[in-house]
C-alpha cells in the first residue's frame, strides 16, 4: 500500500480554529442573559454522543455552579442516553437550566432541552419528534459503504402497507423485509421501542412534577408526527405543554453570529492526494463558555480499498483539543478521552 511523501502530506488543509472571535461573541451574548453561556454545537457530520459527556465536564468544571445557566444548542442527531446524562451533568451546576435554540434542535437535542427549565427559540429555531431509531452493528449501508439508522416507525409502516396491499398474500412480509434489515436489527430496534418515552419522561421530571403530564408530553413527542424530521416550532412546542418562549432578538442575532462562526470551525478540509490518497480534516462537535472552549477534531488519512469499495484510516489523529486563556495567556492541549 502506497502512501504519499511527506513532503505532499505538509500541505494538507487544516480548518480554522477562531477562539479570540467566539470568545468575543460569547462575552457579548452572556450580557443581556445575566447568566452564564454554555455553547455546544455540532457539524451536521457531528451528533451528541458518549465523548461529549467528558467534554461537557471540564467546561462545566471550568465554570463552576450557578443559579441559571443558559445552553446554547445546535444538532441534529445523537444518543438519547447521552443527552440524559448531559443533562443530568448541567442540572448539577445549576438550579434553573435554559435551553437557547436559535437554529435546529433534533432528536436527541430535542431531549436535552427536555430537560430545561424553559426553552427559548426563534422563527429559525425548531425541535423535532424522537423514536427508537438504532444504529446497529448489522444495519443496512448506504451508497458510501457506512451503517444507517433503522426505525422502528418505518419498520411498522413498511409492514402495514405491505398487509394493506397484499391483503389476500399468505407470505409472510418479514421474510422480504429480512433480505434488507438483519432479523438481529429488527430485534434490537424492537426491544428499544419504551426507551424514548422512558428517556423523555426522566428528562422532564427534572422540573415537571406531574408525572401524567410528563408522560403526555412524552407520548406526543414519540408518536403524534407524521415524521421525525417534523418541525415543532415555538407555537406548537407551547401546544404541547413545553415551556417555549421567544428568544430577545438581540440575543438570537449574536448565537447566529456563533453559529457562522463555528460553521467556519467546521468546514470540511479535505486535501486528495492523488485518486486513492486523501486527508481528512474536520471539527465535528464544539463546547465553549468564557475563557475555554473544547473541540472534537477528525483528523485523518485515508486510503480507498477499490475492490471493496470502501475508505481505510491511516495515520489516525482525531481526539479532543482544548484552549483555555489563563491570565491573559492562550493555552493549548490535547484532551484524552477514551
Not at 427534572?206 to 403524534?224: C, G, P, V, Y
Request: aromatic fraction near 6%.
Amino acid at each position: 500500500m502506497t502512501q504519499p511523501d511527506s513532503a505532499t502530506k505538509a500541505k494538507a488543509k487544516q480548518p480554522p480554529v477562531l477562539f479570540a472571535r467566539t470568545q468575543a461573541v460569547i462575552h457579548q451574548a452572556s450580557a443581556p442573559l445575566g447568566g452564564q453561556l454554555i455553547s455546544y454545537w455540532n457539524n451536521p457530520r457531528g451528533s451528541i454522543c458518549g465523548a461529549d459527556v467528558i467534554a461537557l465536564y471540564e467546561v462545566l468544571e471550568k465554570l463552576g455552579h450557578h443559579d441559571t445557566i443558559y445552553f446554547f444548542l445546535k444538532s441534529d442527531a445523537g444518543s438519547g442516553q447521552v443527552s440524559l446524562r448531559m443533562v443530568s451533568l448541567l442540572r448539577q451546576h445549576c438550579a434553573n437550566l435554559v435551553a437557547l435554540v436559535p437554529l435546529e434542535c433534533a432528536s436527541a437535542a430535542t431531549m436535552i432541552t427536555l430537560g430545561a427549565n424553559r426553552i427559548l427559540m426563534r422563527p429559525t429555531a425548531y425541535l423535532t419528534a424522537v423514536d427508537s431509531s438504532l444504529n446497529h452493528a448489522l444495519s443496512p449501508v448506504d451508497k458510501d459503504n457506512a451503517r444507517v439508522s433503522v426505525s422502528l416507525y418505518e419498520l411498522n409502516r413498511v409492514i402495514r402497507l405491505w398487509r394493506e396491499q397484499q391483503v389476500e398474500s399468505t407470505e409472510n412480509p418479514y421474510k422480504n423485509l429480512f433480505s434488507c434489515v438483519h432479523p438481529l436489527v429488527i430485534g434490537a430496534v424492537d426491544r428499544a421501542e419504551s426507551l424514548p418515552i422512558m428517556l423523555c419522561r426522566e428528562l422532564l421530571s427534572f422540573h415537571i412534577a406531574d408525572e401524567s403530564r410528563a408522560h403526555e408530553i412524552a407520548a406526543t413527542l414519540n408518536s403524534k408526527y407524521p415524521s421525525q424530521s417534523y418541525p415543532i416550532l415555538l407555537l406548537e412546542a407551547k401546544k404541547i405543554g413545553l415551556n417555549a418562549e421567544a428568544l430577545p432578538l438581540a440575543v438570537n442575532a449574536l448565537l447566529l453570529e456563533l453559529n457562522r462562526l463555528y460553521s467556519e470551525m467546521g468546514q470540511k478540509a479535505t486535501t486528495d492526494f492523488d485518486e486513492i490518497h486523501a486527508h481528512g480534516n474536520e471539527i465535528l462537535n464544539i463546547l465553549e463558555t468564557g475563557e475555554l472552549q473544547v473541540y472534537f477534531q477528525d483528523d485523518k488519512d485515508w486510503f480507498y480499498r477499490s475492490e471493496e469499495r470502501r475508505r481505510i484510516t491511516l495515520n489516525d489523529n482525531r481526539g479532543w483539543r482544548r484552549i483555555e486563556r489563563r491570565k491573559g495567556k492562550i493555552h493549548k492541549s490535547v484532551m484524552h478521552v477514551a
